[in-house]
């Protein structure tokens, strides 16, 4: 892919790359796939996605789906895996770390034995059911590439009003695909980072100029970004203000997360929510630098 301006910016202002902290592994491929999903409660939601993996045409013994559970995992998450015998399944309860998305993420990576890791959100939709194949196929066919974007469509299910993302093949988008081998080299994620431990992730492989590569010909459904408080983003910019970044990168990354905030001068649906993002975000990065803040979120 071509380098953009932040990929340049971010080259210049950050020298010493961070690593992240995943440290056990799987230490072989024994899989082609390993679809790894982060939740807590919401099986009504996660019902779906297990459904849309379930009628994927891939082999079923070449791929694997690793549930974790937040708060040490819910009498509804323990059982819904049981509804899909089919599927290869490992649910997983952490009995730590809990409400830190990043810390969660390693843990499932720890336990994936896919050639090729996919992250996907409780309530992603998959319509394609060649899905998988086209993404495994897209590793296969260039050995250097090590993520793959598929394009992310608005669904629009648990919203009355409709506005769509910000940028379809974004890192973020909630269904990345990477060479595990990649996720092995950068250390995961940072375990610290309560939400957005994708963007902090994003970071580190393009500052390594690791190769990706947007795919429009695969495609899935997510709800638009939605914030109806300000806890999420204030644990966001808490995380980017304790984080392994020189002061000068944090800098950086800190008007980088508030550049929505002059949308709220436009206030449609879409510009509501970010330019709340982005106040939140300010808020929790500053409680971070003045050393106050909590860390209490919850995705719910």
Known sequence: MAEG????????????????DLDAYLPENRLKVSCIIVFWKRVHLLETVLRCLNEQEFDKEEFEVILV?????????????????SLNIKYLSPSKGWGRMGYMRNFGLSHASGEVVVFLDDDTVILQRDFLKRVYDAFQDDRELMAVLPRGEASYCLLQSRYSYHDPH??????????????IALKGFDSSFIGQEDVEFTIRFLLRRFKYRKAPYIRYLHPPLIVNSLAKPKAVGLSFSRSKYSPIAKIFLFLNGIRWLPRAFYPNKKNIYMSRFALGFAIGFIQGVFGSGDVNYRDS
């Open 5 to 20: 301006l932040r990929e340049r910016l971010l080259r210049a202002l950050i020298r010493d790359v961070p690593s992240g």
């Open 170 to 183: 974004f890192f973020t988008n909630r269904c990345v695909a990477y060479r595990r081998t990649c996720l």
């Open 69 to 85: 559970e937040d708060r040490g995992g819910s009498p509804e998450g323990r059982k819904v895996y049981r509804m899909f015998p």
